[in-house]
């Protein structure tokens, strides 16, 4: 839910969307790099800048400011994916980590949001059930 949540932007082209957002390997080092997108700040709509401007109060996207020549200002910034936010948040070697720990991160992760809805879903359904009889 939470990574279809914020992906919205990018599925929605308020945000420029390449054809692949997952990391990429890079051959030099063996590690996974999160993988970015460029856009021109100005060139988005104001729901794009709207949900840029959120997410980076969030702290959920790792951007840059870009100069190019002749072009102007551009935005370098991750793609939206839980695997690129994994790889911000989680590795030391800012946003590089081998595949291995980040199936490992990634897999912990769905065990614990699984955990916490069967949890959830327990209580809520007690509380549902409770009411009816």
Known sequence: MFNFLYSLPQLFHLIPCPRHRLPKLNPETGLLQMSVTEFQPNRLSLLGRLSFSILSTLHLVHWREVDKEGEGRWVQMNNLTILNLLLIKCSGRG?????????????????????????????CAQWLYDRVQ
């Open 95 to 123: 946003g590089e980590m081998h595949e291995w720990s980040l199936a490992k991160l990634f897999f912990a992760l769905q065990c614990a949001c699984s955990i916490a809805a069967f949890i959830a879903r327990f209580h």
